[in-house]
């Protein structure tokens, strides 16, 4: 570092007696341009060089801290069944379906029905954190510096648009065996079937898995935006050493 510097001295020396002082203005906004390429500032307010390869394990740190604390809490009793962000309500093709229950007297097993549903993402949030991780493996170090300078939910983004139809491909056994488990179809059988029924009516029967799969990983993703904020601005939520140098670089 001392050598850089020197050399921007010895250049800014050189040019002063040709340069005027518009030109010197120009030269050493170029000179602390270059130095702040070189270094990146901490949260302790030390330089230190930050290389490519601590970018990207620092933001591969931070999704796997992020999908793994959105797993287990979507995972979790009520994950998605009690929170307002997450729940999934029933499915919005089969509305009519709902409205012609809910008038039949079959309340209660439109909430066991929509209960169920959520139970469903939450089993099947218990495999999901292998499947995310496994994703980020392949992060260039372009496309890290770029996270890393991005919005505030620049890795969820990226996360996104890299994975999700490899997630979605991946997701679907896990939540059709989650939906075996928690004997979904048991609620929804008799609901459309009753429905199916009545004359003239259009008949619905819509793809559940398809349905929470795709809920499901948008829950997942909404947490990991939420846990990638806290990261991003909140220096208790880097709990790694390495996490503190990437995410300290920030300013934050």
Not at 164 to 183: C, H, R, W, Y
Request: charge should be positive.
């Amino acid at each position: 570092m001392k050598k850089i510097l020197l050399a921007s001295i010895v250049a800014l020396a050189s040019f002063s007696s040709s340069c005027n002082s518009q030109d010197l203005k120009k030269i050493g906004k170029s000179a602390a341009d270059a130095a702040n390429d070189v270094l990146k500032t901490n949260s302790s307010g030390t330089s230190t060089p930050l290389s490519n390869e601590e970018v990207i394990n620092g933001l591969k740190d931070a999704l796997t801290v992020g999908t793994n604390n959105s797993t287990a809490f979507a995972s979790k009793l009520d994950g998605y069944y009690k929170n307002p962000a997450l729940f999934i309500p029933f499915p919005e093709e089969a509305q009519k379906v709902k409205d012609y229950a809910m008038k039949a007297g079959l309340g209660a097993q439109v909430d066991k029905f929509e209960m169920t549903l959520n139970r469903a993402a939450e089993e099947a949030a218990k495999d999901a954190a292998p499947v995310f991780i496994n994703a980020v493996k392949g992060m260039s170090i372009g496309d890290g510096f770029a996270i890393l300078k991005g919005a505030d939910n620049a890795a969820t983004q990226y996360l996104k648009d890299k994975t999700t139809a490899e997630l979605i491909l991946k997701f679907s056994p896990i939540v059709q065996k989650a939906i075996d488990k928690v004997e979904l179809t048991k609620y929804w059988n008799p609901l459309i079937t009753n429905y199916n029924k009545v004359p003239f009516v259009q008949k619905q029967n819509p793809d559940l898995t398809a349905y929470v799969t795709d809920r499901a990983i948008q829950g997942l993703f909404k947490l990991i935006a939420d846990e990638e904020l806290k990261i991003r601005k909140d220096p208790v939520a880097r709990v790694t050493d390495l996490l503190k140098k990437v995410f300290g670089s920030l300013g934050h």
